[in-house]
């Protein structure tokens, strides 16, 4: 309907008082003005929604990920996101498990990313029905991923080669915070008085974290033998010694991995070797949650390992 059409219907009206058919005829025309200045294409769609994300606080790494799934999603199917329906969501995701072979777990990542990205659009009103509606998660058997063990962790650091390696393997050990966080860590963060470090997590959420004995002499160290100026706590080797990124932490542990010989050697594994311990200290759940900056406890739980030598012991201690 045009906007000649919507005040010819409402001045016909005569149910109506002046003013509120002049406060019919402003509410009309702003919702068109709204609805035509609104992206119609594709591109421009997904362009609207990472924008939304980086506002709830959605890191460059997650967005670019969000990028990828649904650019591929609409090469796909060349058609606009206004015309996509459930049994067009159902055919990708089971061409991806049964063409693609991808795991179930990587196929249920594009979902959720499908999910978010129209009910987006519906909350929007740039579709009238979200065609996720209808589509539940994907199911995966979970494995059980193990942490590192004291010998393990030992063993990586017998073979760190440089002063920074080492330094940057206690953190992650005695901290258990992600990759992400370690790399925006400044010098000036750190309290080596209290042993503790204010990070910032994900959506933008700052935490408390702390540090043991063995982790202070260690940065202390590293940092008296640097000869840059960089603010940032752990930077690249090499000149200009810039600050180090993700990469360069995962490079370096996968060489120290193959250079002990440990296979799954990532930054991610000390996280939750530290949820395994302090839980299987007798550490409350609640306190390893706020400590590893978990929005949910039963992400928590599922960091955690139960040592099944504790589970024997609680065995026979409470039940025979």
């Not at 919702?31 to 200045?37: A, K, L, T, V, Y």
């Not at 969501?89 to 990542?109: G, M, P």
């Not at 539940?136 to 760190?160: G, P, Q």
């Not at 935490?207 to 706590?233: G, P, Q, W």
Request: proline share 2%; charged share 30%.
């Amino acid at each position: 309907m045009t906007k000649q059409e919507i005040i010819d219907v409402l001045c016909q009206a005569d149910f109506l008082s002046a003013e509120q058919a002049s406060k019919l005829t402003k509410m009309f025309l702003e919702r068109i003005e709204n609805g035509c200045s609104k992206p119609k294409g594709n591109a421009e769609l997904i362009e609207g929604f990472l924008k939304a994300k980086k506002v709830e606080g959605c890191s460059g790494r997650t967005t670019k990920y969000y990028q990828y799934v649904l650019n591929g999603f609409f090469k796909t199917f060349t058609i606009p996101a206004s015309s996509v329906l459930t049994e067009t969501i159902r055919t990708y995701l089971n061409d991806l498990l049964e063409k693609n072979k991808v795991s179930n777990v990587s196929a249920d990542n594009t979902r959720r990313i499908l999910s978010s990205f129209f009910a987006w659009l519906f909350e929007e009103d740039y579709i009238e029905k979200n065609p996720m509606k209808r589509i539940h998660k994907i199911k995966s058997l979970r494995l059980v991923k193990e942490a590192y063990t004291d010998e393990m962790v030992e063993n990586l650091k017998e073979h760190c080669g440089s002063i920074r390696d080492l330094a940057l393997i206690e953190l992650l050990s005695s901290t258990g915070i992600r990759v992400g966080e370690l790399v925006r860590i400044n010098k000036a963060d750190i309290d080596f008085e209290t042993k503790e470090l204010i990070v910032l997590g994900k959506g933008g959420k700052q935490r408390r974290v702390y540090f043991d004995t063995k982790t202070k002499l260690n940065l202390l160290n590293y940092i008296h033998s640097r000869i840059d100026e960089n603010e940032a706590l752990f930077v690249s080797m090499f000149k200009p010694n810039n600050r180090l990124q993700i990469s360069g932490v995962e490079i370096m542990l996968r060489k120290l991995g193959e250079k002990t010989g440990l296979k799954e050697v990532h930054p991610h594994r000390f996280r939750r070797t530290l949820a395994t311990k302090a839980i299987g200290k007798g550490m409350p759940v609640e306190q390893v949650q706020i400590l590893l900056g978990h929005a949910k406890i039963d992400t928590t739980l599922r960091y955690a390992i139960v040592d099944q030598n504790n589970v024997r012991s609680s065995y026979h201690r409470f039940l025979e």
